[in-house]
């Protein structure tokens, strides 16, 4: 039996673990499908606060990890499969392992989509990227695709043109997803061109980085090629709280304002817990999210009910 389980190993969770375990609550902490979250698939990561020469994404998470543990936090690998939050404790599983605990911090976050091509997740690192704020720095003054037509994709257009040569936007059809302004504002940019109604076929990686990509008219089906030095995929986000549909105790009972793409992923969601937390959405462009969790007297949790941020469950 846990006091504290923090499903998740990114930034907001080891965040979580960190108060927690500060509060001599001695967490568990269930790494997840991406055991240090889309952080640890970052190179360089310039825009951390306290980091003036900024820091790989892997050494940033595993500092994290080691600060957490040295109060007491404890780690398991392992994504969650199933949770019974009908009753105290609360009942997780992860693979072949059960887990109990009294209170049940949710940092799953979630998996940015990919194309689906071949050959498209051995490339990351190596041309394709879905953080522009994260890798847009290493593309300076070199031809670049952004693929997407929400306004993710829009936003990620206009900031990688300060330091791109050119920003190809490609979307499969003519008509877009995105706000106004923001498609107004991508066309006023001189950076831009708007390469639709194409789908990415391929992403040519001879030399095993990203060189160019085949593209298809979804028209005429006529092929094309263009030549550039990397792939951002903005298409969107999968949250990975698919385990939590249809629980009965998650209650909706606020919204974020839909302004952004990025806003309208998240729900704000109640439980009865003994801790409280609150995971901030990442804005768009991605940033590293964190997690600032109020502790209170436990006389205050016995008519109140603890706020998690969560991504929108499907």
């Not at 930034?11 to 889309?38: F, M, S």
């Not at 936090?73 to 019974?84: L, P, R, S, T």
Request: a positive charge; glycine letters at 8%; aromatic letters at 8%.
């Amino acid at each position: 039996m846990y006091n504290v389980l923090v499903i998740g190993s990114g930034c907001a969770g080891l965040t979580a673990a960190i108060y927690a375990a500060r509060a001599n609550l001695k967490p568990l902490v269930l790494d997840g499908h991406e055991p240090g979250g889309q952080l640890s698939l970052t190179t360089h990561v310039e825009n951390y606060p306290g980091f003036p020469d900024g820091i790989m994404g892997p050494e940033l998470i595993e500092n994290m990890r080691k600060q957490a543990q040295k109060f007491g936090a404890e780690f398991k690998a392992g994504a969650v499969n199933e949770v019974d939050v009908s009753k105290r404790p609360f009942r997780i599983i992860a693979g072949k392992d059960t887990y109990e605990a009294q209170a049940l911090i949710v940092a799953a976050g979630a998996s940015a989509r990919l194309l689906g091509l071949k050959g498209e997740k051995e490339l990351i690192g190596r041309g394709v990227s879905t953080c522009a704020t994260c890798d847009g720095y290493f593309y300076r003054g070199k031809p670049i695709a952004v693929v997407g037509g929400g306004d993710s994709a829009m936003e990620e257009a206009n900031f990688l043109s300060r330091y791109a040569s050119k920003v190809h936007l490609i979307h499969r059809r003519n008509d877009f997803r995105a706000s106004k302004i923001m498609i107004d504002r991508a066309r006023a940019n001189e950076k831009v061109e708007f390469v639709t109604p194409f789908a990415v076929e391929e992403i040519l990686a001879p030399k095993g980085h990203v060189e160019g990509v085949s593209l298809r008219n979804q028209q005429n089906k006529e092929t094309h090629e263009i030549a550039l030095d990397g792939v951002f995929v903005a298409i969107g986000h999968d949250p990975n709280t698919i385990v939590f549909k249809g629980k009965s105790k998650w209650i909706p009972t606020a919204t974020c304002s839909p302004s952004t793409a990025a806003s309208r992923r998240f729900l704000v969601f109640s439980l009865p817990v003994t801790c409280k937390i609150t995971a901030t959405a990442r804005p768009s462009p991605l940033q590293a999210p964190v997690a600032w969790p109020p502790w209170t007297p436990k006389s205050f949790w016995k008519s109140t009910k603890a706020s998690f941020a969560l991504p929108t469950l499907p």
